[in-house]
Structure formats: structure tokens, C-alpha cells
């Protein structure tokens, strides 16, 4: 089945807000077995909108629309495709009963400009919205003669748009379109560069891929994705077999699976040993809590931690001698070593993790460049300490920082 998305919005083309929907809306019509084939974002006029939905009837079976249904005067996607599909916009009361009740739910009166989200193109099915008041519309076009084909409008504001799909729209996609088995799996894995990981394992897989297997690389700051895919009914065998080919290359460099994130495995390896965790930054200033802090159940094992941005919070909460600072300065071996102790045995904690280094872009110096750093970990059989550079902006410094640090965390772990 050939699906289409067009994502409308001026504050899409403006960069001020961020298309969510293009991932999400991807990826849950990806796990029913249905490949978006092509997606866009246009601005809210006519001209743009009814030119994307006009090339989507000549070519998809299920077109997808988000934004532009709600009350205001730049909210005309349901007016521009009526029209261009030839049908008229007719009120529809369980609509308007819908509104109504919204509003007196609050106590607030309806707005008379609510009035344009009652009106639906004509013989459309209507998804009420459970979290807002814009209704969803589905339209059969009939212009594809011998086959389906569906139009589908939803709401712009993910919270009204990913329930009404999950609970409404899904079910007409299994009643209509027959999908085909899909599966897809993602191997996560740090340490590697995209380059090197592909070297690594492509010839492995080859045998795989002339059989079917998709092979798909997204490299992020720190980490590099491994994506099998396949369709039909050799699927998962096929996806299997590649997934024991990549494990047995990469082995440890594999730190999680399709939705784990390197703080959500370390998080459940603690939870799993029942040990505790203590954190000692100076550069990443607190972005290694922050992400362990994101995942439920982390108040079980994360103990503490300390931001010792500053010479004198070195000293005072976690016990670096001056005269280290001094022979060696902040950024060193020493330095993270005795972050490291003095955050672990002030917590009390299993392990410990410290940070020092230089985010830049000022500050470095032909011995210690920017993007040098120290990451320490500590536990009851003694301490490492590793120097590395992460030669980035201060943003992807502190996240790629972050992330080396867990990772030495969940491979002591492991």
C-alpha cells in the first residue's frame, strides 16, 4: 500500500514549532505493516495545500493530513480538500453536541467561531476528538476506480492527534487495507563510528540481503543505529538471522534495542542487581542526572549528585584537595579520581561517576584542547579513569560526555 503524509503549517515552514508527527505517524504505520512512501509539510494556503493532496490522489491509496481543522482563519485544510474532492461542508450534529459539551464541561460559553469545526465534507466518517474540539474526518475518494483509496484528515496538536489515530484511525486501516507482515529491528550501539560499523558488519550480512533484509544506518552523536527490516513471511526469520549476525560481531558495543535509550538500560541493570549510583559533573553540569532522572524508578538508584562547576565546589563538597588543583588543574586524571572517591563515599553509594573537562569554545590549550575530558567511575574493586576528547559544540559535548560515561557504567555493570 502506497501511504502519503502532508503535514500543513506555516509555523512548520518558519522553524518555530517541531514536526513530531512525521516520526510518530511513521512509525506506528510502519508497526501495522503500511511504509509512508513519501511525506511534506506546506504552509497554511490554499494554493500549497491543495497542490500536495492533488499529487497524493494520483499516486497513494491512504493520504494522511495534519493541522489546519480547527477555529481560526489560517485553519482551512477541511474546506480546501471538500473542495477539491467536489463535496460539499454540511454541519454535523454529534459534532456540534460534542462542542458544546466541551465547553460546558469548563464553564466557559462556546465561542461562535467554533461553528466552522462542525462543518464535514460530505459523506466523510467523523472521529469526535476526545481531547479537544476539531473532529477528525475520513473521506473514501472514489478516484481511484478498481481500488481503495483513502483520505484522512487529523488534528495539528499531538496531544488530539496521536489518540484519535491510536483509537480511530487505526482500526478503519485494519478494516480496509490489508497489511503486509513488516518487522523492524533496531540494534543500538556506542563507541564506533557509522563508517566503521558498516565495515564491520556488511559482509556478514550480504547473504541476508540478497534474500530480502533491508539494512538501514542512523548515526547520532556518541551512538550508531543498526536497522533490519524485512516484509512478508520469511519477516522475522530473516530480521532474526541478521540480528545474531550483528550480535556476534559487535558484541558489547551493543547497548540496547529499538526504543532503549543508554540511560534506561543502565537504570534497569542497577534496578536489576539492586546497587546504587552517585554522580559527581563539573562540564556536563548536571545533564548525566538530568537523563537518568527521565527514567521512571531511577529514585530507587540514583542517590545524589553534585555540580561542581566551580574550583571551590570541588573542594568543599567532595574533598579534591587544592593542591591537586593546583599541580595539575581541573581537568585531569587526579582531579576526576578524587571527584570520583569524595562523591561515592559521601553518598554512600555502590558506584560513582565523575566529569571533568572542557566544553569550550574558550579555554583550551595545545596540551589539553577543547573537548578534552575525564570520565571516572568507581566502585567497591577501585577506580578507572579515562581521558577522551569530544571535539563538539557545548550542547552535543555534554551529551556525548554524558553518554560515554553511562556507558562505562553499564558495560562494569554488564
Known amino acids: 500500500m502506497n501511504v502519503e503524509i502532508i503535514n500543513t503549517g506555516s509555523e512548520l515552514m518558519l522553524g518555530r514549532v517541531l514536526n513530531t508527527h512525521h516520526q510518530w505517524l511513521s512509525r506506528r504505520l510502519a508497526d501495522l505493516g503500511h511504509m509512508v512512501t513519501r511525506q511534506v509539510a506546506v504552509a497554511d494556503t490554499g494554493r500549497d495545500i491543495q ?11 491512504l493520504i494522511i493530513t495534519t493541522g489546519g481543522l480547527g477555529p481560526t482563519s489560517d485553519d482551512i485544510t477541511r474546506e480546501l480538500i471538500a473542495e477539491l474532492l467536489g463535496r460539499k461542508l454540511v454541519q454535523n450534529r454529534d459534532v456540534l453536541a460534542h462542542i458544546d459539551q466541551f465547553f460546558a464541561k469548563r464553564n466557559r460559553a462556546r465561542p461562535a467561531m467554533t461553528n466552522v469545526e462542525t462543518m464535514v465534507p460530505e459523506g466523510a466518517l467523523v472521529f469526535l476528538n476526545p481531547t479537544g474540539t476539531a473532529p477528525g474526518l475520513a473521506v473514501e475518494t472514489g478516484q481511484k476506480p478498481g481500488h481503495k483509496q483513502w483520505l484522512v484528515m487529523l488534528p495539528g496538536p499531538p496531544r488530539e492527534l496521536r489518540p484519535m489515530f491510536d483509537e480511530l484511525v487505526i482500526p478503519l486501516l485494519k478494516q480496509t487495507f490489508a497489511a503486509e507482515l513488516f518487522v523492524c529491528r533496531t540494534l543500538r550501539t556506542t563507541g564506533i563510528g557509522e563508517s566503521r560499523v558498516q565495515e564491520m558488519i556488511e559482509a556478514g550480512l550480504q547473504p541476508l540481503v540478497v534474500r530480502g533484509l533491508g539494512i538501514g544506518y542512523c548515526a547520532r552523536p556518541g551512538a550508531v543505529d543498526v536497522r533490519l527490516t524485512a516484509s512478508g513471511t520469511v519477516a522475522p526469520q530473516l530480521v532474526r538471522e541478521g540480528e545474531a549476525v550483528v550480535q556476534s560481531i559487535m558484541g558489547p558495543n551493543i547497548y540496547g534495542f529499538d526504543d532503549d535509550e543508554m540511560e534506561s538500560v543502565v537504570v534497569r541493570q542497577l534496578m536489576e542487581k539492586k546497587k546504587t549510583v552517585a554522580l559527581a559533573e563539573s562540564c556536563t553540569g548536571g545533564h548525566i542526572a538530568n537523563r537518568i532522572t527521565n527514567i521512571p524508578g531511577a529514585s530507587v538508584v540514583l542517590l545524589g549528585g553534585v555540580v561542581s562547576y566551580a574550583n571551590a565546589a570541588k573542594e568543599n563538597l567532595l574533598g579534591v584537595r587544592a593542591e591537586t588543583l593546583r599541580q595539575h588543574g581541573a581537568v585531569s586524571e587526579p582531579v ?3 571527584m570520583v572517591l569524595g562523591v561515592r563515599e559521601r553518598f554512600g553509594s555502590d558506584y560513582a561517576l565523575a566529569v571533568t573537562g572542557i566544553a569550550g569554545p574558550g579555554g583550551g590549550t595545545p596540551e589539553k584542547p ?12 577501585g577506580v578507572e579513569v579515562e581521558c577522551l576528547l569530544n571535539p563538539w559544540d557545548r550542547v552535543t559535548f555534554k551529551d556525548v560526555t554524558a553518554t560515554q560515561a553511562l556507558e562505562r557504567l553499564r558495560r562494569r555493570l554488564a
Open 370 to 381: 577543547v573537548g578534552t575530558v575525564f570520565i571516572a567511575l568507581a566502585w567497591s574493586g
Open 336 to 338: 576526576a579520581r578524587e
Open 51 to 61: 497542490e500536495a493532496v492533488r499529487e497524493s490522489l494520483g499516486r497513494a491509496d
